[in-house]
């Protein structure tokens, strides 16, 4: 098994904290690990790095065997997905909210259909594809998230405490059929959690922050 990530010397301060210091740290490909830690752990602090909407004081990282700089940013964007702990959808259908990334990719009409009718259906909200996504519960609105970053068919997909909002019985639910997708096809994953249940069932290999370090 090879390294889909690596992380050499990597160095995060925010308002003049360092909040992240990792000396180094691989996430091999194919896996599902977990990303796990207490609050202000850093967890989704590394998340940002890794999806480079947060920039490093310094610190190397590699993308399947190269230099995440040297892919171009869109090129390399194009290559994960990423899902917070909020959905942040649009005014807009479920399908529009899905499709989004597809329309801006070109894709052709019918490859788009498919693709988000597959997800919609995978994720069991292909009843909501007309539903505005402002009305969805938010159980409902975290399947949709999820469905809009699959569609992509990201070679990594991070996903930021994607439980944590949610009553107990969606939780449960949703747990159930990550534990089905997720080992599924070429796609790493990292998901960040506070809870051992989460761990246990989804997991791989994991990654214990605390205090912006790695832990054990």
């Known amino acids: ?14 308002d003049g904290k360092v909040v992240l210091q990792i000396e180094a740290l691989t996430v091999e490909r194919g896996q599902v690990t977990a990303l796990v830690g207490p609050n202000a752990a850093g967890k989704t602090t590394l998340l940002l790095v890794l999806a480079r909407l ?16 040297s892919q171009g940013e869109v090129a390399y964007r194009r290559r994960i997905g990423l899902v917070m ?30 693709r988000v009718d597959e997800w919609l259906s995978r994720l069991r909200i292909e009843h909501l594809r007309e539903r505005p996504a ?8 975290q399947r949709v998230a999820l469905a809009r970053a699959f ?14 909002s949610l ?14 997708l997720l080992p599924q096809g ?16 989804l997991a791989q290999a994991e990654i214990v922050l605390r205090g912006g370090r790695l832990g054990f």
């Open 134 to 141: 402002l009305k969805l519960s938010g159980g409902e609105a």
């Open 85 to 114: 702990q909020d959905a942040l959808l649009l005014d807009r259908s479920v399908f529009d909210n899905v499709s989004l990334g597809l329309r801006f990719r070109h894709l052709p009409k019918h490859e788009i259909h498919r």
């Open 186 to 201: 070429p796609t790493s994953t990292i998901f960040s959690s506070h809870t051992a249940e989460d761990l246990h069932e």
């Open 151 to 164: 569609v992509l068919e990201p070679e990594l997909l991070l996903l930021d405490e994607p439980f944590r």
């Open 167 to 180: 009553d107990e019985a969606t939780r449960r639910d949703l747990l159930k059929d990550l534990k089905d």
């Open 54 to 69: 947060l920039k490093p004081e310094r610190g190397d990282i590699w993308f399947d065997g190269k230099p995440v700089g």
């Open 1 to 14: 098994m090879s390294a889909i990530v690596g992380i050499r010397d990597l160095l995060v301060r925010r």
